[in-house]
C-alpha cells in the first residue's frame, strides 16, 4: 500500500473521529440543558449521562482503533434515529441529520478497525 | 496475571461484574420502557402527580401521550446507558484501564442526581416512587466497589 493511500486513509480517520466527537459533546451540551427547556429532570439527567459515556468511549478507546468501540458506537446511531419514531417534533429531525452523519463517520473509520495487520 | 489476580481483593475481582448485572439491568428496564411507556411502572406518576396512568389517560389524553412519550425516550436512554456501560464493563473496565474507573464514577454521580430528583418531584403525601430506592441502593454499591478497588486502576504500572 503506498504512502499517500496511507496518509489519506489516516486523515479520514481523524476528520470522522473529529465529527463523531464533536456530536457526542454538543449532544451533552444539549441534553444538560434539557430541563431548561420545560423537559423532566430525569430525562436530562439520563441522556447527560448517556451522552457522556458515549463521549468518553468514542474519546478514548475509538481513538485506540479498538474494535469493540466502533461497534458500540453505532448505538449513537440508533438512539439518535429513533426518536423520529416515536415523536413528531422538529427537533427529532436534527437528531436524525446527526444520526445520519455518524453513520457515514463509522462507514468511513471502519477500514481503520478492520484493516488487516501489515 | 495469576500473580496480579491473587493480590486483588475481593471489590477488584468483583467490580466488573457489578457494573455488567447494573448494565444488563439497565437494558431490561429500558426496554419495558420502551415497549410499555408510562404504564410499565405506574407508582414513579402516582409518586409524581398523585394519580394512576389510566386516571391521567382518562383526564387529559394530551398530557397522557406527552409524558408516554417521555417515559419511552427515557426508556430509550436507559437501553443504551446499559448497552454502554455492560461494554465497557466487560473490556477497558475488566482490563483494569483506569479511564473506565474514572468514567463509571460517573454512574454513581448519576444515581444520586436521579434519586434527589425522584425526591423533589414527590407529592406530599405519596410515596418515594421505586426508582428511588433502586437508584440509592445502585449508588451505595457503585461508590463503595468503585472506592474499594481504587488500588487496580490507580496502580502506577496500570496505563
Given at each position: 500500500?503506498?504512502?499517500?493511500?496511507?496518509?489519506?486513509?489516516?486523515?479520514?480517520?481523524?476528520?470522522?473521529?473529529?465529527?463523531?466527537?464533536?456530536?457526542?459533546?454538543?449532544?451533552?451540551?444539549?441534553?444538560?440543558?434539557?430541563?431548561?427547556?420545560?423537559?423532566?429532570?430525569?430525562?436530562?439527567?439520563?441522556?447527560?449521562?448517556?451522552?457522556?459515556?458515549?463521549?468518553?468511549?468514542i474519546a478514548i478507546p475509538f481513538r485506540r482503533r479498538e474494535k469493540w468501540a466502533w461497534y458500540i458506537s453505532w448505538i449513537l446511531v440508533v438512539g439518535f434515529a429513533y426518536p423520529i419514531l416515536i415523536i413528531r417534533e422538529s427537533y427529532t429531525v436534527a437528531y436524525l441529520i446527526a444520526a445520519g452523519?455518524?453513520?457515514?463517520?463509522?462507514?468511513?473509520?471502519?477500514?481503520?478497525?478492520?484493516?488487516?495487520?501489515? | 496475571m495469576a500473580t496480579q489476580s491473587k493480590q486483588e481483593n475481593f471489590f477488584e475481582r468483583s467490580a466488573w461484574v457489578l457494573f455488567l448485572v447494573l448494565g444488563l439491568i439497565e437494558i431490561l428496564f429500558g426496554a419495558g420502557d420502551m415497549a410499555v411507556g408510562i404504564e410499565n411502572d405506574p407508582a414513579i406518576l402516582v409518586s409524581a402527580i398523585g394519580?394512576?396512568?389510566?386516571?391521567?389517560?382518562?383526564?387529559?389524553?394530551?398530557?397522557?401521550?406527552?409524558?408516554?412519550?417521555?417515559?419511552?425516550?427515557?426508556?430509550?436512554?436507559?437501553?443504551?446507558?446499559?448497552?454502554?456501560?455492560?461494554?465497557?464493563?466487560?473490556?477497558?473496565?475488566?482490563?483494569?484501564?483506569?479511564?473506565?474507573?474514572?468514567?463509571?464514577?460517573?454512574?454513581?454521580?448519576?444515581?444520586?442526581f436521579g434519586v434527589v430528583s425522584q425526591y423533589n418531584i414527590r407529592q406530599p403525601g405519596e410515596s418515594l416512587a421505586p426508582p428511588f430506592y433502586s437508584g440509592l441502593l445502585f449508588a451505595v454499591l457503585t461508590t463503595l466497589w468503585l472506592a474499594l478497588s481504587y488500588r487496580k486502576y490507580l496502580a502506577r504500572d496500570v496505563e
Amino acid at each position: 500500500m503506498s504512502t499517500q493511500t496511507l496518509i489519506a486513509r489516516g486523515t479520514t480517520f481523524e476528520v470522522c473521529w473529529i465529527v463523531l466527537l464533536m456530536i457526542s459533546v454538543l449532544a451533552t451540551l444539549n441534553h444538560i440543558m434539557l430541563p431548561l427547556y420545560g423537559d423532566p429532570v430525569a430525562l436530562g439527567i439520563g441522556w447527560t449521562g448517556f451522552s457522556l459515556y458515549a463521549t468518553v468511549v468514542i474519546a478514548i478507546p475509538f481513538r485506540r482503533r479498538e474494535k469493540w468501540a466502533w461497534y458500540i458506537s453505532w448505538i449513537l446511531v440508533v438512539g439518535f434515529a429513533y426518536p423520529i419514531l416515536i415523536i413528531r417534533e422538529s427537533y427529532t429531525v436534527a437528531y436524525l441529520i446527526a444520526a445520519g452523519l455518524m453513520a457515514v463517520s463509522l462507514l468511513l473509520t471502519g477500514p481503520a478497525f478492520f484493516r488487516k495487520e501489515m | 496475571m495469576a500473580t496480579q489476580s491473587k493480590q486483588e481483593n475481593f471489590f477488584e475481582r468483583s467490580a466488573w461484574v457489578l457494573f455488567l448485572v447494573l448494565g444488563l439491568i439497565e437494558i431490561l428496564f429500558g426496554a419495558g420502557d420502551m415497549a410499555v411507556g408510562i404504564e410499565n411502572d405506574p407508582a414513579i406518576l402516582v409518586s409524581a402527580i398523585g394519580i394512576t396512568p389510566s386516571e391521567l389517560k382518562a383526564q387529559d389524553l394530551l398530557i397522557y401521550n406527552a409524558m408516554d412519550q417521555q417515559q419511552k425516550l427515557i426508556g430509550l436512554e436507559f437501553l443504551m446507558t446499559g448497552a454502554l456501560i455492560s461494554i465497557i464493563s466487560l473490556t477497558a473496565f475488566r482490563r483494569g484501564e483506569r479511564w473506565a474507573w474514572f468514567t463509571f464514577w460517573l454512574i454513581a454521580v448519576e444515581m444520586i442526581f436521579g434519586v434527589v430528583s425522584q425526591y423533589n418531584i414527590r407529592q406530599p403525601g405519596e410515596s418515594l416512587a421505586p426508582p428511588f430506592y433502586s437508584g440509592l441502593l445502585f449508588a451505595v454499591l457503585t461508590t463503595l466497589w468503585l472506592a474499594l478497588s481504587y488500588r487496580k486502576y490507580l496502580a502506577r504500572d496500570v496505563e
